[in-house]
């Protein structure tokens, strides 16, 4: 009679993804997804991925981390794009996007997500009541940040949704494709009468960026005022905003929530986004700057 094998135990390694990007170095990512791990004990790893630009690296940095076992990748500047083209397979979302922040490696090839969009449509959910009207949404800016927050806010039913862009051609381009309407950039302080929500997409307010000048005066007291930059987390407008007593959402909110379906998708089940959180990130920039 054959001896009984003995049953050897081998330890699971960790769940492991990351952020893949040019720079990475302080993507704020690693320390949201360890934060939803540590709470519910999940064994899992979370790394900042630097790959350079182009999308041949790109290319061969997923291969390598596909056969590495990596579960999958949020995805950030300058690869979103690379990362819908290099998927099998993509949400509604990120097609209507052109941009995927969210790779997962699946047995049947990539999939390609878009989680910015539901990230910002969240942050702005957690503000808004039901007294809220959503009505005319003014959007400055007509980039690659723009487009995933007009999609989120025809999601929540803002309607109409004014594009304003210093280059008015790429403000019409993304009107005609996802239905809204345009004005001129210098236009700004009057396009705000009357609107529900104002929301800057452009790099004016960043730390090193100019300062965007606009008026907030014309903006009903009811307004909600909301800027995807978070370095500062502060920006003058939304200090002005704040000073006005309007409602404000900061870029770290959308942050927050776009992490939430990776961290499902790869890591754990549990992922709440709270003033906890927050503080770890605050802490975090501040310690950065
Ligand atoms: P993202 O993908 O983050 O949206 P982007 O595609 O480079 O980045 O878009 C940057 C946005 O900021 C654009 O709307 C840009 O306006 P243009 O399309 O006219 O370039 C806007 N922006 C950047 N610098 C600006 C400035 N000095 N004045 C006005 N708008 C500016």
Do not use: C
């Not at 999940?42 to 900042?48: E, K, N, S």
């Not at 590495?68 to 097609?95: C, F, Q, R, W």
């Not at 990230?119 to 959910?125: H, N, P, T």
């Not at 803002?158 to 005609?176: D, G, W, Y």
């Amino acid at each position: 009679m054959a001896a009984k094998k003995k049953a050897v135990v081998k330890p699971a390694p960790p769940k492991t993804a990351g952020v893949v990007g040019w720079p990475v170095g302080h993507s704020l990512s690693p320390l949201i997804h360890q934060t939803f791990a540590s709470r519910e004990g999940v064994d899992a790893v979370y790394l900042p991925i630097a790959v350079e630009p182009g999308y041949t690296a790109f290319e061969r940095a997923m291969d390598a981390l596909k056969a590495m076992g990596v579960k999958g990748v949020n995805v950030t500047i300058p690869h979103k794009e690379h990362a819908l083209k290099y998927a099998a397979s993509a949400s509604d979302a990120a097609k209507a996007a052109g941009a995927a922040n969210m790779l997962t490696f699946r047995d049947d090839g990539p999939y390609a997500d878009n989680s910015d969009i539901i990230g910002f449509a969240s942050g702005l959910e957690a503000i808004l009541t039901a007294n809220d009207k959503r009505g005319r949404a003014v959007v400055l800016g007509a980039g690659g940040a723009a487009r995933g927050v007009i999609i989120a806010l025809k999601s929540l039913g803002f309607s109409p949704i004014v594009i304003l862009n210093r280059t008015a051609e790429k403000a019409e381009v993304l009107a005609k494709e996802l239905g809204g309407e345009t004005a001129p950039w210098d236009s700004r302080n009057q396009a705000l009468a009357g609107a529900s929500l104002l929301v800057n997409t452009t790099s004016l307010g960043m730390t090193g960026e100019p300062p965007l000048e606009i008026d907030l005066a014309g903006l009903p007291e009811t307004a909600i005022v909301a800027d995807i930059v978070y370095k500062p987390l502060e920006t003058a407008l939304l200090a002005a905003a704040k000073a006005r007593g309007l409602r404000v959402m900061d870029g770290l909110s959308m942050l927050m929530h776009q992490a939430v379906p990776g961290y499902k998708a790869w890591l754990g089940s549990i992922a709440v986004v709270d003033a906890d959180l927050r503080a770890r990130l605050e802490k975090a920039l501040e310690a950065r700057s």
